[in-house]
């Protein structure tokens, strides 16, 4: 592992590739990045890259608008499976169908969809600046909100604003069981949860604070208690553990029967060191992104990241 590692490292300088990575990707993956973040610190990041390529550690969407953000550079992709149940409960041309039926609405798309969507779309979102954006929006200005109906709704309640929603669904953020959560909190009543937006709002109702992955981070670092339940992919507690070694962090349980008790993104975790090597050696697979769509796709996230400044 340590070789494998080490490899890694030594190809990336030769190839002149920068490594960016998600919160959820496996612990090896996120140590030997450049950058780990959440999905609007990568789309920034990724901006600004001058290496000639890009290796995206996470999922395809992230990859994508990475591509979109600064077309000039090779992006590569670990595995091509590595997609998103939100962006695959949202094909373009059901989404331009809907966006035809209501051609007075605002579309606003949070950034987990495809290249093909956000071309449909006016301003793209991410958990980070989702609240921001629509209480920006003019209050007589009806918005169409998609694929995540769970944020959408977080949205709505923070902002008191109606929004028309898609019916989209991450299953990761879906698998919380309500039950054990409350089961836990009760063995640990010192402890604060602590949720991802795209979680059920019965989930959210427990939560002392809902933020994005890096909100959740830095909640952690700067708020005084000792002990957090952590709802949202368990991938995010190797970089908590580093910002906090000295705090207890409890991931929140899941309803799936799984070995780690938690809620794993397969998407992400599709995702390997020895891939990540292998696609750095032969820069592929690649992100290829039609030009049209592209260009599309850029004046949303564009948006996006003027209004988040
Ligand atoms: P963040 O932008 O909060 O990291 O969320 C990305 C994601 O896919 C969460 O499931
Ligand atoms: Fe998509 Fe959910 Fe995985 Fe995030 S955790 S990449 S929203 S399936």
Redesign the pocket.
């Known amino acids: 592992m340590k070789n494998l590692k080490e490899r890694i490292l030594k190809l990336k300088k030769e190839k002149n590739a920068v490594i960016l990575a ?2 959820y990707q496996e612990s090896d993956i996120q140590d030997v990045s450049d950058y780990v973040g ?3 610190g990568l789309s920034q990041e990724a901006m600004q890259v001058h290496a000639d390529i890009i290796v995206f550690a996470g999922v395809h969407f992230m990859a994508e608008t990475a591509k979109i953000l600064n077309p000039g550079k090779k992006v590569i992709l670990p595995d091509l499976n590595a997609g ?1 149940s939100l962006a695959d409960s949202c094909p373009a041309n059901l989404f331009q169908q809907f966006t035809q039926a209501h051609p007075d609405h605002i579309v606003i798309t949070y950034v ?1 969809c495809s290249a093909e969507v956000k071309a449909l779309t006016d301003i793209v979102v ?3 600046n989702a609240v921001k954006i629509v209480n920006s929006i003019p209050k007589d200005k009806p918005i169409i909100f998609a694929p995540d109906k769970n944020l959408g709704k977080y949205v709505m309640e923070q902002t008191d604003r109606e929004m028309l929603l898609w019916d989209g669904a ?1 299953v ?2 879906e698998a919380f069981s309500l039950d054990k959560l409350i089961e836990l909190y009760k063995q640990n009543p010192d402890a604060q949860i602590i949720a ?1 937006p ?1 979680s059920e709002t019965h989930i959210l109702k427990t939560a002392s604070y809902i933020g ?3 909100g959740m981070i830095e909640y952690v670092k700067t708020n005084p208690a000792n002990k957090f339940i952590v709802a949202t ?1 368990v991938g995010i507690l190797h970089k908590m553990k580093l910002e906090v070694p000295d705090k207890i962090l409890i991931p929140a349980p899941s309803n799936e029967d799984n070995t780690c008790a938690c809620s794993q993104c397969g998407y992400m975790k599709v995702n390997t060191l020895q891939k990540l090597y292998d696609c750095l050696l032969n820069e592929t697979p690649e992100i290829k992104v039609p030009a049209d769509i592209m260009k599309k796709a850029f004046i949303p996230i564009e948006r996006m990241l003027k209004l988040s400044r």
Do not use: K
């Open positions: 998600h919160y959440d999905s609007l998103c987990n991410t958990s980070s991450c990761v953020h991802h795209e994005s992955t890096a992919e």
